[in-house]
């Protein structure tokens, strides 16, 4: 069993920005595929953005859902064992519980960010509102 924490969540005017960050204790996150998932009350869970694994033999090395390139960046911390998602210009819509996935070592990431992951967080509450 891997347990995922997000951070960072919080309530943010749009326009604004924000900083959401996954870590565990159980597994280097540097080898494995990680996305970024969220789901807004009464929507489909979506995709957000997926960065390869150090052993990922397939797939992209990052993707991003439409509705946020330009605005989100994912990347790593090797040091912290993080993958944080760099949140700009964020607008009521982006308003959802946040979670972040690893997928099985080989995998990469399918473009957008796609399900069969192992393991996911409980999230982190990201609500956009003036």
């Known amino acids: 069993q891997v347990h995922l924490v997000e951070s960072g969540g919080g309530l943010v005017q749009p326009g604004g920005s924000l900083r959401l960050s996954c870590t565990t204790s159980?597994?280097?996150?540097?080898?494995?595929?990680i996305s970024w998932f969220r789901q807004a009350p009464g929507k489909e869970r979506e995709g957000v953005s997926c960065?390869?694994?150090?052993?990922?033999?397939?797939?992209?090395?990052?993707s991003y859902a439409d509705f946020v390139k330009g605005r989100f960046t994912i990347s790593r911390d090797k040091t912290k064992n993080t993958v944080d998602l760099q949140m700009n210009s964020v607008d009521p819509g982006d308003t959802a519980l946040y979670y972040c996935?690893?997928?099985?070592?080989?995998?990469?990431?399918?473009?957008?960010?796609?399900?069969?992951?192992?393991?996911r967080g409980r999230g982190t509450q990201v609500t956009v509102s003036s």
């Open positions: 960065i390869k694994g150090k052993f990922s033999t397939s797939g992209v090395s990052v």
């Open positions: 159980d597994l280097s996150l540097d080898f494995y595929a």
């Open positions: 996935t690893t997928y099985p070592l080989n995998t990469g990431c399918s473009d957008p960010p796609s399900d069969g992951y192992d393991y």
